[in-house]
Nanobody, 125 residues
Framework: QVQLVESGGGLVQAGGSLQLSCAAS????????MGWFRQAPGKEREFVAG????????RYADSVRGRFTISRDNAKNTLYLQMNSLKPEDTAVYYC??????????????????WGQGTQVTVSA
């Protein structure tokens, strides 16, 4: 059984930093693309960042580019999201997910096969 468990969320002031982690178990995802999504109250789930294994290429939403960094440690089967210069509009539940593809990073949630339960990030003004 595949399980993704996010951690590292919390309450932080604007301008602060948090690092999210996503630990995968049940199988390894060393080949699949992986990503982070977020969902704020009353809004649809949106793509935040994604990463490939093949060449470590990354993709970011315009709203977080330059502030967030996605990375992965295949030896630990863990995905990370370093979030700096946080803004109140970054407040959301953050989810990690595994893409069905190994060749491209999709921004569509419908291309992702496995999901974590989410971790809350709250940024106060």
């Amino acid at each position: 059984q595949v399980q993704l468990v996010e951690s590292g969320g919390g309450l932080v002031q604007a301008g602060g930093s948090l690092q999210l982690s996503c630990a995968a178990s049940g199988r390894t995802f060393n080949s699949n693309a992986m990503g982070w999504f977020r969902q704020a109250p009353g809004k649809e789930r949106e793509f935040v960042a994604g990463i490939l294994t093949t060449d470590r290429s990354t993709r970011y939403a315009d709203s977080v580019r330059g502030r967030f960094t996605i990375s992965r440690d295949n030896a630990k089967n863990t995905l990370y999201l370093q979030m700096n210069s946080l803004k109140p509009e970054d407040t959301a539940v953050y989810y990690c997910a595994v893409d069905r593809s190994v060749y491209r990073i999709s921004s569509s949630q419908y291309n992702y096969e496995y999901w974590g339960q989410g971790t809350q990030v709250t940024v106060s003004a």
